[in-house]
């Protein structure tokens, strides 16, 4: 397999890249126009192989995609690059309408004018698969209803919207032009690498910054939480074995109210960290502050993951108990990733609380 992998120095990217280089034989583009997420380091453990190629290359520009695609010949396109913080998308839709609608297009087409070289064999070979979320859905109501495959969408923020809107594009040119498509619909991934203005990461740091932990509104909202590592050995078996045409959906079966996840931060932390503990904070949980809720917050997600389960006998091989720990003894054991990226641009701020009317 040649696999082009659009955003590969992003979280989700990063550890498709290093599942595909360290358990696979293939040879992998990394597409990536490095923004403020992207970073080369959560790849360096891999970087130096053969098999690892680096371009960076925006997926808006269409003249520098069709000289990957000719330089490179994939036979795979796994498309993950995209905006995807909900809360940057209330505050500034328009780089999500570019990047995930705009961009997905750009990328479709320039897929289907290579595609469109190829032989039979090649044509028949080829793949798109296009990496999604499950807040295209909107929100569950019920606390026994499961996100399916043939759910309705709902998007409910400027983020969910626009990748509604690009799942709907790659189903078109499925359709419209035959292009062997295969799209997946994830629940909240966590885990290693992951920039730290996600709510994990972000409690996690503020907590060993003795910083308050902001839980919007109640902290009642319900999410399924997905380990990265778990996520990138589905999306490499969907890429091998889905069905063109396709969707699966992938979720951890691990469904917890946010001010949950957050209070078992705050204990694996008294466990794993005690010493960290700043000057005049008792306990970690002390650091819990309640803030107003952002516009448009669904109150519950959850997956059904019976479909890649039953065709693909893909099934999350970490609980939300094994993988939170390992997540935060990472953040634990490598300081230098995370204190590097908070040199930049990102300070720990919350963000998504602006007067949406202004954008």
């Not at 709907?168 to 619909?185: D, E, F, K, M, S």
Request: glycine fraction near 8%; hydrophobic fraction near 35%.
């Amino acid at each position: 397999m040649r696999i082009l992998l659009s955003g590969g120095a992003g979280f989700i990217g990063s550890a498709v890249l290093r599942h595909l280089i360290q358990h696979t034989q293939a040879e992998v583009a990394n597409v990536d126009k490095l923004t403020y997420a992207g970073n080369l380091e959560s790849v360096a453990s891999v970087s130096d192989s053969p098999r690892y190629h680096f371009y960076q290359v925006d997926i808006c520009d269409s003249a520098a995609l069709d000289q990957v695609f000719a330089a490179f010949k994939p036979t795979h396109v796994m498309h993950l690059a995209a905006e995807s913080h909900v809360d940057r998308s209330i505050d500034g839709p328009a780089d999500f309408i570019e990047t995930n609608i705009v961009g997905t297009y750009t990328l479709l087409e320039a897929a289907r004018r290579f595609w469109s070289t190829l032989d039979d064999e090649g044509r028949s070979a080829f793949r798109f698969h296009h990496i999604s979320t499950d807040e295209v859905y909107g929100d569950l109501e019920g606390t026994g209803d499961l996100f399916t495959e043939t759910t309705p969408y709902a998007p409910s923020s400027p983020y969910s919207a626009s990748k509604a809107s690009s799942d709907h594009l790659v189903r078109a040119w499925h359709r419209t032009y035959g292009l062997p498509t295969l799209i997946t619909n994830c629940s909240n991934n966590y885990g290693p690498f992951h920039f730290p203005e996600k709510m994990i990461p972000h409690m996690i740091l503020n907590a060993l910054g003795g910083k308050p932990l902001p839980v919007y509104g109640d902290g009642a909202q319900i999410r399924d939480w997905l380990y990265v590592e778990d996520h990138a050995r589905a999306l490499v078996k969907v890429a091998n074995e889905g069905q063109v045409g396709e969707t699966y959906n992938i979720g951890g079966h691990n469904e917890k109210k946010n001010i949950d996840v957050v209070r078992a931060l705050c204990a694996l932390l008294e466990e794993l960290a005690p010493a960290e503990k700043p000057a005049g904070v008792t306990r970690y949980e002390d650091l819990i502050t309640f803030v107003k809720d952002r516009p448009g917050h669904d109150v519950r997600y959850a997956i059904d993951a019976g479909k890649i389960q039953r065709e693909l006998g893909w099934v999350p091989q970490e609980s939300f108990e094994t993988g939170i720990r390992k997540t935060v003894q990472w953040y634990l054991d490598n300081p230098a990733w995370w204190q590097r990226v908070l040199s930049g641009d990102y300070r720990l701020g919350r963000l998504g609380e602006s007067n949406v009317s202004a954008q």
